[in-house]
Nanobody, 119 residues
């Protein structure tokens, strides 16, 4: 079983930056695809970005491309989301997610961390 714990959320002004972290338990982190999702009030959960476990290839939603960066530290079993040039529409609960070993659907989810961007 994989447990994911996000941290780093908070209140920031528009144009500011935040870095979210996701600490993963277990021994499968380095062999799993990791992702970030978010859910704003009254909206469905949406994909933010992902990072593979082979070559650390990343992909992003168009809405965050060029502003957000995903990285991972396999030695620390930690996933990061660096968010720059934040906008009020980035306000949401942010979740990290993990696939099973080798990839596939996102099987494990964290509890989320709130990010609020004020205008």
């Amino acid at each position: 079983q994989v447990q994911l714990v996000e941290s780093g959320g908070g209140l920031v002004q528009a144009g500011g930056s935040l870095r979210l972290s996701c600490a993963a338990s277990g021994r499968t982190f380095s062999s799993s695809v990791m992702g970030w999702f978010r859910q704003a009030p009254g909206k469905e959960r949406e994909f933010v970005g992902r990072i593979g476990w082979i070559g650390n290839r990343t992909s992003y939603a168009d809405s965050v491309k060029g502003r957000f960066t995903i990285s991972r530290d396999n030695a620390k079993n930690t996933l990061y989301l660096q968010m720059n040039s934040l906008k009020p529409e980035d306000t949401a609960v942010y979740y990290c997610a993990s696939s099973a070993v080798g990839g596939g659907v996102f099987k494990y989810w964290g509890q989320g961390t709130q990010v609020t961007v004020s205008s």
